[in-house]
């Protein structure tokens, strides 16, 4: 089964850009539909972005909506988020999370990066 470790994480502040990385291993990504979640304190889990397996972008968050866009390279089976303009409610740990393209419920997760906006 595939496994998952999200990276790139970190503070920085209001307006500022990060990228966040999520190397899978164990199964390929291009066999997979994969998205990126967020969850701040108190708050329900969010999903972010969503991707196809072919790569193209399923959902994106009204939320972030021109501001953060999902990305994968399949040479480094690594899905990414770019995350520009960022604000201080983006403040969360976000998390990578892949599906069999056939079902509804993402069965693998990684175990999340902390972003922290500052205003």
């Known amino acids: 089964q595939v496994q998952l470790m999200e990276s790139g994480g970190g503070s920085v502040q209001a307006g500022g850009s990060l990228r966040l990385s999520c190397l899978a291993s164990?199964?390929?990504?291009?066999?997979?539909?994969m998205a990126w979640f967020r969850q701040a304190p108190g708050k329900e889990r969010e999903r972010v972005v969503s991707?196809?397996?072919?790569?193209?972008?399923?959902s994106v968050a009204d939320s972030v909506k021109g501001r953060f866009t999902a990305s994968r390279d399949l040479a480094k089976n690594t899905l990414y988020l770019q995350m520009n303009t960022l604000h201080s409610e983006d403040t969360a740990m976000y998390y990578c999370?892949?599906?069999?393209?056939?079902?509804?419920?993402?069965?693998?997760w990684g175990q999340g990066t902390q972003v922290t906006i500052s205003s």
């Open positions: 991707i196809d397996n072919d790569g193209s972008i399923f």
């Open positions: 164990g199964g390929a990504i291009s066999n997979y539909c």
């Open positions: 999370a892949a599906r069999g393209c056939f079902t509804f419920t993402y069965n693998y």
